[in-house]
């Protein structure tokens, strides 16, 4: 399995960094975010495999946050643990009533935090996947392993959802606007050229393979991937 990414979103720093120091030898890759909005970000760039969340930011409260994540199609499913001040009962539920799936109080021992992080991950990713098929290339979505004409690829994870977006939508064609709520998710405000800057690494990509020609732009409207060409798409 490929490296699992923990978002971190603490406006501690001492927190942080002693999260990181208890994460030092596991196989995590570690992102941080210090308030909503910059998490939001980091979401939507990387979309990580678990969120560790503090209920008190500034701004936006962890739980506000939260109650958008689980609202979002993109965002929905990844699977977040609490972390706070807040002890008492009454709050613990109301956390896993909008949507959290552990939660860990403060002081907390980072060899626990670890234990239940493994334990989340172990349940809401068990080890099975799909392979998806589109004209040479193949996706195994278990391991995240890409190939064209059995030669592997490098993707970036935006790149990766895009390609699975449009694999599992072949010969539609889709705005900038519902491709950013497919793949980034309508609680993430990215602007609508972003789309155009991950398409084009996407086709770099493709193009060491000479695929390039799949992903297509259909002029005032958008994009979609076809393995058929006409005059008014081009790659």
Not at 52 to 73: I, Q, V
Not at 122 to 149: C, W
Not at 227 to 234: G, I, P, Q, V
Request: hydrophobic share 40%.
């Amino acid at each position: 399995m490929n490296e699992q990414k923990i978002l971190i979103i603490e406006d501690e720093l001492a927190i942080r960094e002693m999260i990181k120091f208890a994460f030092i030898n596991s196989k995590f890759m570690l992102l941080e975010a210090e308030h909503a909005e910059q998490a939001q970000h980091v979401i939507a760039e990387h979309k990580p495999d678990l969120i560790l969340l503090d209920w008190m930011l500034p701004g936006m409260s962890g739980l506000d946050l939260l109650k958008r994540l689980r609202k979002d199609e993109l965002t929905k499913g990844i699977p977040v643990i609490m972390l706070t001040a807040r002890g008492n009962e009454a709050d613990k539920v109301k956390g896993l009533d909008v949507g959290a799936d552990d939660y860990v109080s403060k002081p907390f021992s980072p060899r626990e935090l670890l234990a239940r992080i493994k334990a989340l991950l172990r349940r809401s990713y068990p080890e099975h996947g799909e392979t998806l098929n589109f004209a040479q290339i193949k996706m195994d979505t278990a391991t995240h392993r890409v190939t064209i004409a059995d030669k592997s690829i490098s993707l970036g994870p935006t790149e990766y959802k895009l390609l699975h977006f449009f694999i599992c939508n072949p010969e539609r064609v889709f705005s900038r606007g519902q491709l950013l709520d497919n793949v980034w998710g309508g609680t993430v405000y990215i602007e609508d050229r972003t789309v155009d800057v991950h398409i084009r690494r996407l086709r770099k990509a493709l193009s060491k393979h000479d695929s390039d020609d799949l992903i297509q732009t259909v002029r005032g409207t958008g994009y979609r991937m076809s393995a058929y060409h006409d005059a008014e798409a081009k790659g």
